[in-house]
T-cell receptor, first 113, second 114 residues
């Protein structure tokens, strides 16, 4: 079945460590997105990618990095520079950037301990 | 003005009630519009797209007013299972037309009580 997969579902990180969240899709979608959601808040865009080898900063990119070396994969690294990384991270993809339904992964809940 | 604004929640309604959610967007270049549903601690899922002519799917009706930059979602005969957070989503194209971006509202929480 086609879909978008995030891993891990739960992640614990010590302060000062970098961690990478995985996002893979087999929908042949061009565009992929990373969002962050805090309790009682909406989704805030971290980074997005319209095409392989290209990505753009979203509203809250500081302390995060991404890569898009393959169409199927859009990993997100939460660096030690991100001061408040504990949140629910959601990856999404759309067939084209401009006009389509977004498919979401099940999310990764990151906790800094 | 925020790009996508929704009614503040929560909405607490009895079963069988009709409830309406509103959403306004600031960018007149917005191309497409959606309502998503998000259950607690889960990912958002598409509920329905919103078309200029309005569209209905069972108990759910979505409407778009481009002139007023306003979107609505009406739920009739509310069920307990409708309890969730409803997100208004706008897909905005840059003026070059080559890039797009999904902008989410903060969501409105609905709680349907017996």
């Amino acid at each position: 079945d086609g879909g978008i997969t995030q891993s891990p579902k739960y992640l614990f990180r010590k302060e000062g460590q970098n961690v990478t969240l995985s996002c893979e899709q087999n929908l042949n979608h061009d565009a992929m997105y990373w969002y962050r959601q805090d309790p009682g808040q909406g989704l805030r865009l971290i980074y997005y990618s319209q095409i392989v080898n290209d990505f753009q900063k979203g509203d809250i990119a500081e302390g995060y990095s991404v890569s898009r070396e393959k169409k199927e994969s859009f990993p997100l690294t939460v660096t030690s520079a991100q001061k408040n990384p504990t949140a629910f991270y959601l990856c999404a993809s759309t067939l084209r950037p401009g006009d389509s339904e977004a498919f979401f992964g099940q999310g990764t809940r990151l906790t800094v301990v | 003005r925020k790009e996508v604004e929704q009614d503040p929640g929560p909405f607490n309604v009895p079963e069988g009630a009709t409830v309406a959610f509103n959403c306004t967007y600031s960018n007149s270049a917005s191309q497409s519009f959606f309502w998503y549903r998000q259950d607690c601690r889960k990912e958002p899922k598409l509920l329905m797209s919103v078309y200029s002519s309005g569209n209905e799917d069972g108990r759910f009706t979505a409407q778009l007013n481009r002139a007023s930059q306003y979107i609505s979602l009406l739920i009739r005969d509310s069920k307990l299972s409708d309890s969730a957070t409803y997100l208004c989503v706008v897909n905005m194209m840059n003026y070059g037309g080559s890039q797009g971006n999904l902008i989410f509202g903060k969501g409105t929480k609905l709680s349907v009580k017996p």
